[in-house]
């Protein structure tokens, strides 16, 4: 059923009882063209692109729980492109561009609000740095102002400019970035997929792969065996794991990230900002919730739940920024299991095994990437090609020497 | 997440620094296939959900490399024992016998 006014209007008139669930809980068929493991927001979407787009609807999106009850629903909703290397930012900008028309192609209030993403810097060199991002942004046709100190003064007088460490000398801004609802974003995306004929089947975890020779042909579930043409992976936090059962080994280790939201206030902050000085962002919730979140952990984790050295780091990160949250109570915390990739950076190719394809390795910022992510991943498994935004995700590149390393930290995951 | 230093007892994982998989051993640079072993050395892990061997740096103590055996479901710690052994540590738990 089409979402409207006058929908809402005649189910407001006759008790609500005109409102049919948003997709079937299917279960499995024998055999699909194509299985997308991860009912996530990532898999999801390119169930919903490979039938909107492609055209190809006999698919199967398999979850081992229910959908988007891993990182889809943990993250801290932000959405940005204010990348700075070539192979990163036409892909987020093509997302950005998606997050733009999502509810109107969805049909579905995925709560997309552009408020403004405002990256604080501290020194010169940082100053240089945002600079530099911010002139490669606008290369790339992506919007995006250098701030002075008096400028960010104007929008958020609260902040704490004269910190004796980290006094605020301005930010870089890109007003189209903002958040979304991450859980709506996954249930628009369920709709649209079902209502094209893909099966969503929930408690259905992947506990092998059918191969005939070196191909993959289909996967053993907990709920039977079932065929496939092709299989894709979009079950970040677990890809080493999955990928594992096929015999491949991934550049990827699996770290906790945690993150935080506190009691609900009235409205006090209507973008979302960064500390430039550490690592902490926050942004406030339609509910009034102040979202908000650090580094990871930086050991290897599977856990779903980090550790207070971590909690210490980020409330110091956050009354530096702003002191005027010091007397907030925290209200939840949690973690959500990041594929931290050996550069840093995602990716959406075919693997060695033929009909095996891969999206993997998003770190902690794959919510931002979810449209294009399902754009370009079923690009590739419906063409056999990349998207033209997407080429630089290859699996090979660590081989090869094509690194887009954005952090320039090199192979080491805990510190992207 | 406390990590029991065969050094200082057992200590506030945030005085730790990490460095990753313990169970990887670097190639032979003279060997044929050189430049394949080191990609795989350098980029790919096995990235286990379970026991994981793994290199802890005690920076804010007392400086040494440690050998973690974790489980990175619970974080529970099963074995820290000195990265490097020799005969000053053969009181030590995990050292060589």
Redesign the interface.
Known sequence: MRYSFLSLLANGLTGQKGWTPAWRDAAPKPAYDVIIVGGGGHGLATAYYLAKVHGITNVAVIEKSYIGSGNAGRNTTIIRSNYLLPGNEPFYEWSMKLWEGLEQELNYNAMVSQRGILNLFHSDAQRDAYARRGNAMRLAGVDSELLDRRRVRAMYPFLDFDNARFPIQGGLLQRRAGTARHDAVVWGYARGADTRGVDIVQNCEVTGFLREGDAIVGVETTRGTIRAGKVALAVAG?S??VA?LAGL??????HVLQAFVSEGLKPVIDGVITFGAGHFYISQSDKGGLVFGGDID??????QRG?L?VV?DVAEGGMALMPRIGRLRLLRMWGGIMDMS?DGSPIIDRTPLPGLYLNAGWCYGGFKATPASGWCFAHLIATGAPHETAGAFRLDR??TGHLIDEKGVG????LH | MRIPCPYCGARDAHEFAYLGDATLTRPDPAAADAADRFHDYVYLRDNPAGRHQEWWYHANGCRQWLRLTRDTRTHAIEAAEPARRDATQADMPGAAS
Do not use: D, K, T, V
Not at chain 1, 298 to 303: E, K, L, R, V
Not at chain 1, 411 to 414: E, G, I, V, Y
């Open positions: 677990n080493s794991r594992a080994r991934l550049p990827i280790e699996s930086g050991y290897n984790s599977y856990a550790n050295p210490e050996m660590f081989r192979a080491q995951p805990n």
